[in-house]
């Protein structure tokens, strides 16, 4: 089947599904129609189908909690797999940079190919077809030009053309729908940019040692290198040394309901924990960029860099902790789980880093890990119904939970705040009884009025019950 004939026939479908609607079941439909159409160009590999795999997950943890987070998420992993198709062995965020280029501006890079470039003639239409659709176009342009002077000249002529009802023809949707061509266009016929694709290819993993030995001026440039980067490395680990000190003194000397600037210690610390890893990791590139990697006397500044990525683990771990206490205090926030999630992307960020000087990697390796780590952590995230889990572990773990924090929240967790005003109706004010009551008619009424397009996993499970 032809290309454009499939764009056109998959936009339709995607106007069907997405126009006027909001997002639900439509997304997963029409995430299988795209991994399908992908699957039709050519056979695929296991990397396609590993991939594609995780693009229609997204769509079902899109189904089963659709915030914006997890509709981004699944947008990126779409991104992703259009890269992957594309050039299966690049990296991750090569993979998804060739996945937004070509669904920005394929048709541009296409178009320009082929000016200059045309198809050589067994591709061309035969003279036959170019000759029709060129006689339909310009018969359309013709009957409409000569219809207005008809109307003009003839009242009898004038009054049939005014029967004809045309109203449903609409722009948005006409508009809406060729959105959804050059959309699928871009994935039937996808633009590969070959350069970048070859550069980040043969970008390796491992640093290769040099053939030849050092020359004895290249040693002496080597030792004196090995020196600074030895006292570089001595003088932050004391500094880091005294600080892990001082933290401890602070932890065990703060009272975290009482004491106000404990939020602030925590966010001060995070901020520092941040500057102190990117610090670490730059530091640690330059001294072990190349040829010291391969030096035979770097044992000392080798182990002076292993006692910096320790210690600022510990600086991890103590951040984690009074995280720890301040959530067991205050509860659940989005910001406060943002800083877990990203002490356990430092973490990962210091192992890799390790990796690094033990395995003697390269910069891109480290680009490479961190930012599958960080997809792979997007993708877990997915599977947790943020809303509801804040509010559900507040509501039953905290004496004075924020309510309006929560009232603020996305609709879905409009069902467990009120249950709780039948509960704890007497400790909530009567603003906030009122806004839960409102929040949670609001939250029934789009639900009952959702299409089938836009189901999501509240229909599905509620029309089992029934």
Same mark, same amino acid.
Request: charged share 15%.
């Given at each position: 089947?032809?290309?454009?004939?499939?764009?056109?026939?998959?936009?339709?479908?995607?106007?069907?599904?997405?126009?006027?609607?909001?997002?639900?079941?439509? *997304?997963?439909?029409?995430?299988?129609?795209?991994?399908?159409?992908?699957?039709?160009?050519?056979?695929?590999?296991?990397?396609?189908?590993?991939?594609?795999?995780?693009?229609?997950?997204?769509?079902?943890?899109?189904?089963?909690?659709?915030?914006?987070?997890?509709?981004?998420?699944?947008?990126?992993?779409?991104?992703?797999?259009?890269?992957?198709?594309?050039?299966?062995?690049?990296?991750?965020?090569?993979?998804?940079?060739?996945?937004?280029?070509?669904?920005?501006?394929?048709?541009?890079?296409?178009?320009?190919?082929?000016?200059?470039?045309?198809?050589?003639?067994?591709?061309?239409?035969?003279?036959?077809?170019?000759?029709?659709?060129?006689?339909?176009?310009?018969?359309?342009?013709?009957?409409?030009?000569?219809?207005?002077?008809?109307?003009?000249?003839?009242?009898?002529?004038?009054?049939?053309v005014s029967l004809i009802?045309?109203?449903?023809?609409?722009?948005?949707?006409?508009?809406?729908?060729?959105?959804?061509?050059?959309?699928?266009?871009?994935?039937? %016929?996808?633009?590969?940019?070959?350069?970048?694709?070859?550069l980040d290819i043969s970008?390796?993993?491992?640093?290769?040692?040099?053939?030849?030995?050092?020359?004895?001026?290249?040693?002496?440039?080597?030792?004196?290198?090995?020196?600074?980067?030895?006292?570089?490395?001595?003088?932050?680990? $004391?500094?880091?040394?005294?600080?892990?000190? $001082?933290?401890?003194?602070?932890?065990?000397?703060?009272?975290?309901?009482?004491?106000?600037?404990?939020?602030?210690?925590?966010?001060?610390?995070?901020?520092?924990?941040?500057?102190?890893?990117?610090?670490?990791?730059?530091?640690?590139?330059?001294?072990? #960029?190349?040829?010291?990697?391969?030096?035979?006397?770097?044992? #000392?500044?080798? %182990?002076?860099?292993?006692?910096?990525?320790?210690?600022?683990?510990?600086?991890?771990?103590?951040?984690?902790?009074?995280?720890? *206490?301040?959530?067991?205090? *205050?509860?659940? $926030?989005?910001?406060?789980?943002?800083?877990?999630?990203?002490?356990?992307?430092?973490?990962?960020?210091?192992?890799?880093?390790?990796?690094?000087?033990?395995?003697?990697?390269?910069?891109?390796?480290?680009?490479?890990?961190?930012?599958?780590?960080?997809?792979?952590?997007?993708?877990?995230?997915?599977?947790?119904?943020?809303? %509801?889990?804040?509010?559900?572990?507040?509501?039953?773990?905290?004496?004075?939970?924020?309510?309006?924090?929560?009232?603020?929240?996305?609709?879905?967790?409009?069902?467990?705040?009120?249950k709780y005003t039948f509960?704890?109706?007497?400790?909530?004010?009567?603003?906030?009884?009122?806004?839960?009551?409102?929040?949670? $008619?609001?939250?029934?009424?789009?639900?009952?009025?959702?299409?089938?397009?836009?189901?999501?996993?509240?229909?599905?499970?509620?029309?089992?019950?029934?």
């Amino acid at each position: 089947m032809n290309i454009h004939i499939k764009a056109c026939l998959a936009a339709i479908v995607f106007s069907l599904l997405f126009y006027s609607k909001s997002i639900g079941l439509n *997304l997963f439909l029409i995430s299988i129609i795209v991994v399908l159409l992908l699957t039709s160009l050519r056979k695929r590999n296991k990397t396609f189908w590993g991939f594609g795999l995780v693009y229609i997950f997204t769509a079902l943890m899109v189904i089963a909690d659709p915030t914006p987070f997890k509709i981004c998420t699944h947008l990126m992993s779409f991104l992703v797999l259009i890269g992957k198709t594309i050039s299966e062995k690049s990296s991750l965020y090569i993979s998804w940079f060739v996945g937004l280029v070509n669904m920005v501006i394929a048709s541009i890079f296409h178009l320009n190919g082929y000016l200059k470039n045309p198809m050589p003639d067994k591709k061309k239409l035969s003279p036959k077809i170019i000759n029709s659709i060129k006689g339909v176009v310009l018969a359309i342009v013709l009957i409409l030009f000569f219809s207005i002077l008809y109307r003009n000249a003839n009242p009898v002529f004038d009054n049939f053309v005014s029967l004809i009802n045309i109203d449903f023809i609409s722009i948005p949707w006409i508009f809406f729908t060729l959105i959804g061509y050059f959309i699928f266009l871009h994935i039937l %016929r996808p633009y590969t940019p070959e350069k970048l694709i070859k550069l980040d290819i043969s970008q390796k993993n491992t640093l290769k040692a040099p053939k030849e030995t050092f020359l004895f001026q290249n040693q002496l440039l080597l030792e004196g290198e090995h020196t600074l980067g030895s006292i570089v490395f001595m003088a932050l680990n $004391t500094l880091l040394i005294v600080f892990l000190i $001082t933290d401890i003194i602070y932890l065990f000397n703060t009272d975290v309901v009482t004491n106000a600037s404990y939020s602030k210690s925590v966010h001060q610390g995070i901020y520092a924990l941040l500057f102190s890893i990117i610090c670490a990791i730059i530091i640690i590139l330059y001294f072990f #960029r190349s040829d010291l990697n391969f030096f035979k006397g770097n044992k #000392r500044i080798k %182990r002076l860099a292993y006692l910096w990525i320790i210690l600022n683990m510990i600086l991890v771990f103590f951040t984690w902790y009074k995280n720890y *206490l301040y959530v067991e205090a *205050l509860g659940l $926030t989005y910001k406060r789980i943002g800083v877990f999630v990203y002490l356990l992307l430092t973490i990962t960020g210091l192992c890799t880093t390790y990796l690094k000087v033990a395995q003697i990697k390269s910069f891109i390796y480290l680009v490479r890990t961190n930012i599958a780590t960080l997809f792979t952590f997007l993708l877990l995230s997915t599977t947790i119904p943020w809303d %509801r889990a804040i509010t559900s572990y507040n509501l039953l773990n905290i004496k004075n939970p924020d309510i309006q924090y929560l009232i603020n929240l996305g609709d879905s967790n409009s069902v467990l705040l009120h249950k709780y005003t039948f509960t704890q109706n007497k400790y909530l004010k009567k603003d906030q009884v009122k806004y839960i009551n409102q929040k949670y $008619t609001d939250f029934i009424k789009e639900q009952t009025e959702k299409t089938w397009q836009e189901f999501t996993f509240y229909q599905l499970t509620n029309s089992l019950k029934k």
